[in-house]
């Protein structure tokens, strides 16, 4: 597993919920940052990329080699 400084833990489950985009949108309300997400395979991390970025939020996902 890798965790890099300052990153928090969501997981898959939970971030591709209704509750966890919820809970993302009012802890993340700054639509203007960029929000870098990852995981393992890539595959989740752009799964949940794709969900946000249909609530305008700017999103790159990562694949952890």
């Given at each position: 597993?890798?965790?890099?400084?300052?990153?928090?833990?969501?997981?898959?489950?939970?971030?591709?919920?209704y509750?966890?985009?919820?809970?993302?949108k009012?802890?993340?309300?700054?639509?203007s940052?960029?929000?870098i997400?990852?995981?393992?395979?890539?595959?989740?991390?752009?799964?949940?990329?794709?969900?946000?970025?249909?609530?305008?939020?700017?999103?790159?996902?990562?694949?952890?080699?």
């Open positions: 597993t890798v965790s890099y400084k300052g990153a928090e833990n969501y997981p898959y489950d939970y971030l591709s919920s509750e966890g985009i919820r809970a993302f009012s802890q993340y309300r700054d639509k940052a960029i929000y997400l990852y995981c393992e395979t890539g595959t989740n991390s752009l799964l949940v990329c794709n969900k946000l970025a249909l609530y305008g939020y700017i999103v790159k996902y990562w694949l952890v080699e």
